[in-house]
């Protein structure tokens, strides 16, 4: 091997609350993400979402008698490719095998899955922790590939339950933690991380609503200052980071409760039912033994060289953190900013065209183009549930709106009414200057003639500031700007205004 190579409890009642300081949190969490290949893992069926149920099936993902798989050679790519992103020891030999259980959803009675020889084991990855304050090293145990299930659908049909196999056969990786987690929000950063790694990889897209991006969680609890876990419970049927935090928050709580009330935690999977912010039991939790692992027999031991290894490791785009600390250095952004604008490769991309196309047009302004993007553009997208990549506003004509402030032609009310305009009608942002006749006005003697009549029209405002009392400025500079139609750019009139009021004093 080489580095690079190589019967329920009850439950609380209330509301969750963060466990008591006696009590330390444990959490390793399951990823199951769906490769983003075009067919499945052993057979060449279409893993397109959305197609009308058992459409996407064939005698391979519905295990026929007789037939035999043929490993897809880039999902085994894709899972190299992660390993290496999460400084993973890639196995250069690892075997497939059968872990036999029976579910209506498998058609085999057994899930082709990798167990004693998985394909990558022990990689890490970086979080900033909300509990620590600091960042976090976060161990991953193992990456191994298998095959997703079918689906069990419980609405169509009343008083009946039907199965889809669409899904059977779709190339997974099952990414596990060690558990190093302390918290619910920690769970939530690592998952965050680990969804951007795969999503700039392009080997999943992330999507926890279609379950192409799922998660277990394991939780125990112990007394501080122990080194024995405790016993653990699985959740399950968590579909998104925010019901991932509260299911943990809970089962803290619930396990917690058990124990001091003299109970027993018993190890079990449970289900969380987000409607009701509540879990049950839904069976015991299974061991390695329980499955009756063993190599599966129709597949080969698959060996990997190390040139294909270095192959895909010359392959990897710029990750997460390269990227983050690039924009400090590069744009000499804070590092809260750079980890926001990082967060997604299509952020990330779309805040590094807006501040090209502002540094072509002269006027670089790195920071003021990361304000814009962050809190104007994602804000304004937030509100209306859309995606970056689903912006009306092309970054070309942010850029050219920070450009424009930057030049004087507008001030920061007029580039909000301009951005408006622009999201929601689209159009050249010089032309939509021009037809509302937004320019703001940078001549001196423009500027002076208004002051000027201003000043004439509130002599006692003006006999005030003079005898010492400032803070009628602030209402002499608005009444300027009133009589410019807000358009006087606001450093010029306080230069200008202070220097009038200077004279004859």
């Known amino acids: 091997m080489s580095r690079q190579m190589s019967s329920a409890p009850p439950a609380p009642s209330g509301s969750p609350s963060p466990a008591p300081s006696r009590y330390e949190t444990i959490v390793g969490l399951e990823v199951h993400a769906q490769m983003r290949t075009r067919s499945k893992i052993f057979c060449g069926c279409a893993t397109s979402f959305g197609a009308e149920a058992n459409t996407r099936i064939c005698p391979i993902c519905a295990a026929f008698p007789g037939v035999l798989p043929v490993l897809n050679r880039e999902v085994v790519n894709m899972a190299i490719k992660t390993g290496l992103a999460i400084q993973g020891e890639i196995r250069l030999t690892s075997e497939f095998a059968r872990k036999n259980y029976f579910y209506p959803d498998l058609p085999a009675g ?27 090293r976060i161990g991953i145990t193992r990456i191994h590939m298998e095959v997703d299930a079918g689906k069990s659908l419980h609405e169509g049909i009343v008083g009946a339950s ?8 779709t190339p997974l990786m099952e990414i596990v933690s060690e558990p190093d987690l302390r918290s619910a929000a920690e769970a939530g950063e690592y998952l965050k991380k680990l969804r951007a790694i795969v999503r700039y990889l392009g080997v999943c897209d992330g999507n926890m609503e279609e379950g192409s991006f799922r998660c277990d969680a394991n939780v125990s609890v112990r007394l501080r200052g122990t080194t024995v876990l405790g016993t653990r419970c699985e959740l399950k049927n968590l579909n998104s980071i925010r019901n991932v935090m509260r299911a943990i928050d809970y089962e803290v709580e619930r396990q917690i409760e058990l124990i001091d009330n003299g109970d027993a935690v018993v190890q079990e999977s449970r289900l969380w039912n987000a409607d009701l912010n ?25 060996r990997i060289t190390p040139e294909r290894i270095h192959a ?47 540094a072509t047009l002269g006027h670089p302004n790195p920071k003021m183009a990361a304000n814009w993007v962050t809190v104007e553009l994602c804000g304004r997208l937030n509100k209306e549930n859309r995606e970056i990549a689903q912006s009306p506003l092309p970054a ?9 402030i930057q030049q004087g032609i507008l001030s920061g009310k007029m580039a909000k009414e301009v951005f408006d ?76 205004l202070q220097a009038l009021l200077a004279e004859h004093v």
């Open 396 to 404: 070309r004509h942010l850029g050219q709106l920070i450009a424009m």
């Open 421 to 496: 305009t622009l999201f929601t009608e689209g159009g050249d942002p010089q032309q939509i200057v021009e037809q509302k006749g937004l320019k703001q006005v940078t001549d001196s003697g423009t500027i002076d003639e208004a002051i000027a009549q201003v000043l004439a029209a509130h002599p006692d405002d003006v006999a005030q500031y003079r005898a010492g009392k400032t803070k009628v400025l602030g209402f002499l500079v608005g009444q300027i700007m009133k009589a410019t139609q807000g358009k006087a750019n606001p450093a010029l009139l306080n230069q200008r």
């Open 312 to 358: 895909i490791a010359a392959s990897l785009p710029e990750l997460p953190d390269a990227k983050a600390a690039r924009f400090q250095t590069q744009y000499q952004l804070s590092g809260y900013d750079a980890g926001v604008l990082t967060a997604s490769q299509d952020l990330a991309d779309y805040f590094e065209a807006v501040a090209e196309r502002a």
């Open 278 to 302: 509540s879990s049950r039991a839904m069976r015991g939790k299974e061991d390695a033994h329980d499955y009756r692992y063993f190599p599966e027999p129709d597949l080969p031991p698959l």
């Open 162 to 169: 039907w199965v889809d196999l669409n899904r059977t056969g």
């Open 110 to 136: 057994y899930q082709i899955s990798q167990y004693e020889w998985p394909i990558v084991e022990h990689g890490h990855l970086f979080i900033d922790s909300p509990t620590d304050q600091q960042s976090k």
